[in-house]
């Protein structure tokens, strides 16, 4: 406080300082400098009393015009600078917020109660659409999210021995786990460029309808049952999953990896399958001709992998 007061005292002249040289300044350019001008520019000629005040006049109008016009600049230009100024102070405090709100959310799926979990899932992809520099984070936190939650092999439980549409969903046995699957999808499809990652999962009877999951990676994970009904899977890696008994009715799987998959009792009526790829080891529905759909046979698997 002591430091601050006798600050105070230096600021004060200061100020007064400045203002005092604003105020002559202004004093010598409006008062005496239109008679130097009117001087410089007669030269040795004379002027009577009239026309030398005439000439002062217009000389001292035509300065305090100009002195108006750079105040105004110069006003503008602070304006401007103050709007810069605040944008980046909002920019700042925006980002703060936001980081605090992700930061938040993350802590929330980690919570015992999976309302809560619930919760921080949708609260990344509101952060995701409103933020889209985070949109590719949220991507893959959530995409860990999922495999740490529904690894595949999971630990046996009585509905594996279940047939596949008589399993539960996984709404009911996981509903932060399809919340999660969801919000990928919904992502993926907006803005994001990180790719779902979601390799040895378990999405059995998961709901998963008009989803966008281009180029994701499903390598070895059970989509058994799930309804894919309208999702575009263009270029998706699906290989050795198990999608028995799914719905893929009107799914788009142009370019889509399905060597060692098994598509057995899988709906793929109006399916795009231009350019899929499969193997010896892919089982399809029965009468199914993968050829006549357009896919295509692959001797080695691997060759064709992209890098990701």
């Known amino acids: 406080m002591r430091k601050q007061w006798s600050r105070l005292p230096a600021k004060a002249v200061g100020v007064a300082l400045t203002s005092t040289t604003i105020i002559c300044s202004a004093f010598a350019i409006i008062f005496l400098a239109p008679g130097l001008i009117v001087d410089l520019d007669m030269g040795d000629q004379?002027?009577?009393?009239?026309?030398?005040?005439?000439?002062?006049?217009?000389?001292?109008?035509?300065?305090?015009?100009?002195?108006?016009?750079?105040a105004v600049l110069l006003g503008a230009y602070a304006a401007f600078r103050r709007l810069r100024v605040n944008e980046a102070e909002l920019r700042v405090s925006r980002d703060g917020q936001v980081t605090e709100r992700f930061t938040r959310a993350v802590d929330h799926l980690g919570a015992t109660n999976m309302d809560v979990r619930i919760?921080?899932?949708y609260a990344l992809e509101r952060i995701a659409r409103n933020s889209p520099d985070d949109c590719d984070a949220v991507t893959a936190i959530l995409s860990a999210f999922v495999r740490g939650h529904a690894p595949w092999p999971g630990s046996s439980s009585a509905g594996d021995v279940l047939p596949v549409l008589q399993q539960p969903t996984l709404a009911?046995?996981?509903?932060?786990?399809?919340?999660?699957?969801?919000?990928?999808g919904r992502l993926h499809r907006a803005s994001?460029?990180?790719?779902?990652?979601?390799t040895f999962v378990d999405l059995r009877r998961a709901r998963m309808w008009g989803l966008c999951f281009d180029h994701a990676l499903f390598g070895v994970s059970s989509l058994a049952g799930a309804r894919l009904g309208d999702c575009s899977l263009v270029g998706a890696d699906l290989g050795d999953c198990d999608l028995?008994?799914?719905?893929?009715?009107?799914a788009d799987l142009a370019g889509a990896m399905l060597w060692g998959a098994d598509l057995a009792g899988a709906n793929l009526n109006g399916a795009v399958l231009n350019g899929a790829k499969f193997d010896a080891r892919t089982?399809?529905?029965?009468?199914?001709?993968?050829?006549?759909?357009?896919?295509i046979s692959v001797s080695d698997p691997k060759?064709?992998?992209?890098?990701?």
């Open 283 to 295: 089982k399809w529905p029965e009468a199914f001709d993968p050829t006549a759909r357009g896919c």
């Open 172 to 184: 009911m046995r996981a509903s932060d786990v399809q919340s999660a699957v969801t919000v990928l």
């Open 192 to 198: 994001s460029s990180e790719l779902p990652r979601l």
């Open 303 to 308: 060759s064709h992998y992209r890098r990701r």
């Open 119 to 121: 919760g921080g899932i």
């Open 244 to 250: 028995r008994e799914a719905d893929l009715s009107g």
């Open 46 to 70: 004379p002027l009577d009393g009239v026309k030398r005040i005439e000439a002062t006049g217009q000389a001292r109008q035509t300065l305090t015009q100009a002195i108006a016009g750079a």
